[in-house]
T-cell receptor
Framework: SQQGEEDPQALSIQEGENATMNCSYK?????LQWYRQNSGRGLVHLIL?????REKHSGRLRVTLDTSKKSSSLLITASRAADTASYFC??????????FGSGTRLSIRP | ETGVTQSPTHLIKTRGQQVTLRCSSQ?????VSWYQQALGQGPQFIFQ???????GRGNFPPRFSGLQFPNYSSELNVNALELDDSALYLC???????????FGAGTRLSVL
């Protein structure tokens, strides 16, 4: 079973709009990471946030982490057609277990 | 490109056969993790190897086994293949067990 559950499962927005994806998890973590995957290919790391951090930015990406609610969100601002992909959160625990969520499929309409 | 290479890219096997998938880690990485990704799902953690020892395992039966070699390359072996083993198998390397995972492009296994 997967610890992370992403919401929504699918998201379709107009180019230029912002996209927000949420991730909830169940157990305590050392860090939480977000990855992107283009269809049928390997995953690419986007951003890592540690359990003692609340917010992190990288370019057009903004990640928040609320350990009391066991949730994280990924915001992509000013979306582009090239952002079309599946996005996954992954939690890393002290047991060196890396658990991915079920993913959000993001489609950017031109 | 991540520098993590997997072979083969595609593979077709029949039920009951055995398969070996290979992964070359990115230079400088001593940790490798394997994942199974069914269509439309997130990657499921199979196991992780650190310095040639298993360092964490997901909910997969013993017929899924692995090896890590002194040069940190790795193999995933699956015995007695079942139809449900059809999936994309992803290898990822990292410099520590908690660190950023660098993924290969995967091996797509079809079991008929």
């Amino acid at each position: 079973s997967q610890q992370g559950e992403e919401d929504p499962q699918a998201l379709s927005i107009q180019e230029g709009e912002n996209a927000t994806m949420n991730c909830s998890y169940k157990t305590s973590i050392n860090n939480l990471q977000w990855y992107r995957q283009n269809s049928g290919r390997g995953l690419v790391h986007l951003i890592l946030i540690r359990s003692n951090e609340r917010e992190k930015h990288s370019g057009r990406l903004r990640v928040t982490l609320d350990t009391s609610k066991k949730s994280s969100s990924l915001l992509i601002t000013a979306s582009r057609a090239a952002d079309t992909a599946s996005y996954f959160c992954a939690t890393v625990s002290s047991a060196s277990k890396i658990i991915f969520g079920s993913g959000t499929r993001l489609s950017i309409r031109p | 490109e991540t520098g993590v290479t997997q072979s083969p890219t595609h593979l077709i096997k029949t039920r009951g056969q055995q398969v070996t998938l290979r992964c070359s880690s990115q230079s400088g990485h001593n940790t490798v993790s394997w994942y199974q990704q069914a269509l439309g799902q997130g990657p499921q953690f199979i196991f992780q190897y650190y310095r040639e020892e298993e360092n964490g395992r997901g909910n997969f039966p013993p017929r899924f086994s692995g090896l890590q070699f002194p040069n940190y390359s790795s193999e995933l072996n699956v015995n007695a293949l079942e139809l449900d083993d059809s999936a994309l198998y992803l290898c990822a390397s990292s410099s520590t067990s908690e660190d950023i995972q660098y993924f290969g492009a995967g091996t797509r296994l079809s079991v008929l």
